[in-house]
């Protein structure tokens, strides 16, 4: 007898839950139980009385993994929606990060260079640093880090990813 295993897929998740203590580590605390991992995690309130949050999940699983996430998810109280954005089509991930970079002479024209090139922007400035702001998706901040490395990278701050459908349907 042969076990068929599938592969493990990359979703993001938006989930929409009460604005509550305690969600988010309920939330994190059943990824952990079951051994699912969280590649990205984000939260935000998203009504004005600040009453309704959205946690924004990116994680890989199998489909039949999947499925048992969105709906242990979908069990919790305070959660009112689970949607898989990725399988419902269609969306925009974005992500920001703020990167240090050391340099003076040729390394701090060739930051500046590449900056423009990633459309980074300069955030703070010394005489022997810059802070630069970068956005987009993933792959985008991960070369322009790749490539602040060989000119002088100190640090490293990442948002995590946000993700919204595109079209006139809400999560």
Known sequence: ????????????????????????????????????????????????????????????????????????????????????????GAHVERELALVKVAGTGDHRIEALRLADVYRARVVDATTSSFVFEVTGGSEKIDKFIELMREVGLIEVARTGIVAISRGKEAA
Do not use: C, W
């Open 1 to 88: 007898m042969q076990i068929r295993q599938e592969k493990a897929e990359r979703h993001t998740l938006a989930v929409i839950v009460d604005n509550e203590p305690g969600i988010l580590a309920r939330i994190a605390g059943l990824f952990t139980a079951r051994g699912y991992n969280i590649a990205s995690l984000t939260v935000s309130e998203i009504t004005e009385d600040k009453s309704v949050s959205r946690i924004t999940i990116v994680t890989s699983a199998s489909p039949p993994v999947l499925e048992q996430i969105v709906a242990q998810l979908d069990r919790l109280v305070p959660v009112h929606k689970v949607t898989d954005l990725t399988a419902a």
